[in-house]
């Protein structure tokens, strides 16, 4: 890359300090018109919409979706299950937040119609493959395996790793989940959601060999018939549930109430829901539960849709041993809604999960909205009327999935959400929410001879300060984060950002009228001060080439 004269620095540097001092001051104020999680209306921050061609008008319907850093250069990236017939998509993060799509030359066309998919290591290679339950398809395929090559190049090997029509003969899966079940060091998988198919389980353990190779176990799960069928949509949940160090198994289930096993250790499951939830379900049917610690008492708790409704979620609270006890009244607000999926994102900061849910949508408007519930660290809920999360008034057309995980190196919980895009609801699209506490960003890009504009958040009563630089650099600060501009460019603007109630300021930078300015990059920083002290890095903000 061509580098500026040092001494042609200097006094660019010098300049812009100048004009910088100039404006000290007179930073702008203006009221922050979106919430804390906010969608960027510029190209890399926006999912390509690629339409499936099975709905009215250019719908982008995904079902479910995963983050994982499956190119292993230490940041997040965004990969969709396959729906209709089309390619699972892998979109790769440059460790910024910006994301472009490689799906045509990273993964295969030929996977069917997928529910659930996990992203792990089946391999121990280190990198992260993947694994689908196939829901429909011509052929014998109730679940994929893609192997990464460690770059992000996925290849099928679902025969090659054990899953054959004679080693496992078992048909029309539509939910898996992927943990060392067994807790022999390697990750086994386990598939289920059949839809009525006769099975003689409701759950199928592969174990793992420790290189990717699986083996179906029939003794693993209770032969029940389908009993507790998870069905479709949004799948299996683990987590342990009991306290004894495995990974336990939830999920809706299609016959009635909610499925629940607890592993013994060795990757054979219990059925507990006649022993471990109370009352038994028996009054509905579920579409979608999560789980997390929502009282601050160390077990996890669970959250529960129902389906067929549109109404509250239920709240079943852990006794520490994995008994579970409905105990929605008086926590849940009755006026709100679980939604298909009740996502559970630590949305305020404060270090315990909200609810935050995307309604369904339903007639005559057919639009779903958005619903906050905000925990107040002993899971008594309330819900958001101020919008000062996520804005209500934005449709949707079905969400199955909400995902979290800091994709642009800030220390925050962005959001990705899977809209289904149901019809006849407005064109669903796959959104990318970015968390805007402690963020930078510019909606123009930066001209010679104009004032370029910056936009800082931060928390009410702190203030940030602003920095830029003509070059890049990771350089850890630890307790602040990563600094991100290269230190033998970097120019700290001159007035200090502070928030207020509207927790955003805009610095409007001069950028000289100069020729060595030309297709120059330009990056942005801040470190964002709270009232209390606590004092961070923002995002890094790159802008390409100044005009």
Not at 16 to 33: E, F, K, N
Not at 435 to 453: E, I, K, S
């Amino acid at each position: 890359m061509n580098r500026l004269d040092p001494k042609m620095l200097l006094a660019t540097v010098g300049l812009l300090a100048s004009l910088g001092a100039q404006q000290a001051g007179t930073a702008v104020r203006v009221p922050l018109t979106q919430p804390v999680l906010r969608e960027l209306e510029l190209p890399a921050f926006r999912v390509p919409v690629r339409s499936v061609g099975w709905r009215n008008g250019p719908c982008d319907g995904r079902l479910t979706v995963a983050l994982g850093d499956v190119d292993r250069d230490g940041d997040l990236d965004v990969v969709y299950g396959p729906t209709a017939g089309q390619t699972p998509r892998l979109l790769l993060n440059d460790g910024n937040g910006r994301l472009t799509e490689v799906t045509a030359t990273a993964m295969p066309n030929d996977i069917r119609q997928v529910y659930q998919f996990a992203l792990a290591d089946l391999d121990n290679d280190g990198d992260l493959d993947y694994v689908s339950a196939n829901y429909e398809g011509s052929n014998y395929d109730p679940a994929s395996i893609l192997i990464n090559n460690g770059t992000g190049r996925f290849t099928i090997e679902t025969a090659q790793r054990g899953l054959t029509l004679a080693s496992f003969p078992i048909s029309v899966q539509a939910c898996v989940a992927v943990a060392d079940f067994d807790r022999d060091g390697d990750n086994d998988i386990v598939l289920g959601g059949s839809a009525h198919s006769s099975h003689p389980a409701s759950g199928f353990l592969l174990r793992n060999n420790g290189q990717g190779y699986f083996t179906y176990d029939p003794s693993a799960f209770p032969q029940d018939h389908e009993l507790r069928d998870p069905g479709i949509l949004p799948g299996f949940v683990t987590g342990d549930m009991d306290g004894d160090g495995d990974t336990d198994l939830l999920a809706r289930c299609s016959r009635g109430g909610i499925a629940y096993w607890l592993n013994d250790g060795s990757g054979r499951f219990t059925d507990a829901v006649p022993t471990h939830i109370h009352p038994p379900p028996s009054s509905y049917v579920s579409i979608g539960m999560n789980i997390a610690d929502l009282d601050g008492d160390g077990d996890l708790d669970a959250v529960v849709a129902r389906a067929y409704m549109r109404g509250p979620a239920l709240l079943y609270l852990n006794d520490g041993s994995g008994q579970l006890y409905e105990s929605s009244a008086g926590r849940i607000p009755p006026q709100s809604d679980a939604g298909l999926f009740p996502g559970l994102f630590d949305i305020d900061g404060d270090g315990d999960d909200e609810l935050v849910v995307f309604q369904a949508p339903l007639a005559p408007s057919f639009a779903g909205a958005i619903q906050v519930l905000v925990n107040d660290g002993q899971a008594d809920f309330t819900l958001d009327e101020s919008d000062s999360y996520l804005a209500r008034a934005q449709n949707n057309g079905g969400v199955y999935y909400v995902v979290q995980g800091d994709m642009d190196g800030d220390g925050d919980l962005d959001m990705f959400i899977a809209d289904g895009c149901t019809v006849p609801a407005p064109t669903g699209r796959q959104r990318y929410f970015l968390y805007t506490t402690r963020h930078v960003w510019a909606d123009l890009r930066p001209a010679r001879g104009a004032f370029w504009r910056v936009n800082v958040t931060g928390r009410p009563g702190g203030f940030g300060v602003l920095a830029l630089a003509f070059g890049s650099a990771n350089t850890p600060l630890p307790p602040f984060g990563s600094l991100g501009l290269d230190p033998r460019s970097t120019m700290v603007w001159p007035a200090l950002l502070p928030f207020d109630r509207e927790r955003l300021a805009v610095a409007e930078i001069p950028i000289p009228d100069l020729p060595v300015f030309a297709g120059r990059p330009l990056y942005a920083q801040a470190l964002c001060v709270e009232p209390s002290g606590l004092a961070r890095f923002s995002n890094l903000w790159i802008e390409d080439s100044i005009r």
